[in-house]
């Protein structure tokens, strides 16, 4: 199992990003992919999921109406659209997978700053 993240960056408060989390080494449409974060000395927290099929979500109150996860199972990839971004977002974001094991990336920085 591989994931891959990118898309992350530095934006101004009020700003958007869209990350993206490549995934490989098993059947991705048939699991659910999550997303979280972790913030400079704070503990990894959840921040969305999408299930499949139907393909439900849910979020953190945190980021409930500013973000949208969604999902391309012809390329394997996870998506987080993250829009009115906020300062206390700043954090490294994972891309999260349980395929027997837990499994994660290795993270994209996710600075919001003016």
């Known amino acids: 199992v591989q994931l891959v993240e990118s898309g992350g960056g530095l934006v101004q408060p009020g700003g958007s990003l869209r990350l993206s989390c490549a995934a490989s080494g098993f059947a991705f449409s048939r699991y659910v992919m999550s997303w979280y974060r972790q913030a400079p000395g704070k503990e990894r927290e959840w921040v969305a999921n999408i299930g499949n099929p139907g393909r439900s979500t849910n979020y953190a109150d945190s980021v409930k109406g500013r973000f949208t996860i969604s999902r391309d199972n012809a390329k394997n990839t996870v998506y987080l659209q993250m829009n009115t971004l906020k300062p206390e977002d700043t954090a490294v974001y994972y891309c999260?997978?349980?395929?027997?094991?837990?499994?994660w990336g290795q993270g994209t920085q996710v600075t919001v700053s003016s």
């Open positions: 999260n997978a349980v395929v027997g094991l837990m499994y």
